[in-house]
């Protein structure tokens, strides 16, 4: 098994950066890739970025050019910079693995708010 904190979330102004953190711990070695999610109310959750293991990336259409995610292999750790957020960013962010044996876990998340 995989556990999963995050950090990094709060309340920023539109046009403001934030950097959330997540740091895997348990069955470190089986990680694949890791990403981020993230659910505003009312909506589905959706993919926001992932990152291999070779380091390739993905971003949502609505987030590229804007935030930046990166992995740290040595502290089992992904990131995800987030730049020039806007309200649509608003939503409860929550950090996801994939193992190489097909699991998936997830972390409890963190709540991102940005006022206009």
């Known amino acids: 098994q995989v556990q999963l904190v995050e950090s990094g979330g709060g309340l920023v102004q539109a046009g403001g950066s934030l950097r959330l953190s997540c740091v895997a711990s348990?069955?470190?070695?089986?990680?694949?890739?890791m990403g981020w999610y993230r659910q505003a109310p009312g909506k589905q959750r959706e993919l926001v970025a992932s990152?291999?293991?070779?380091?390739?990336?993905n971003y949502a259409d609505s987030v590229k050019g804007r935030f930046t995610i990166s992995r740290d292999n040595a502290k089992n750790t992904v990131y995800l910079q987030m730049n020039s957020l806007k309200p649509e960013d608003a939503a409860v962010y929550y950090c996801?693995?994939?193992?190489?044996?097909?699991?998936?876990?997830w972390g409890r998340g963190t709540q991102v708010t940005v006022s206009s």
């Open positions: 990152i291999a293991t070779g380091g390739s990336t």
């Open positions: 996801n693995v994939h193992l190489t044996n097909y699991e998936v876990y």
């Open positions: 348990g069955n470190i070695f089986s990680i694949n890739t």
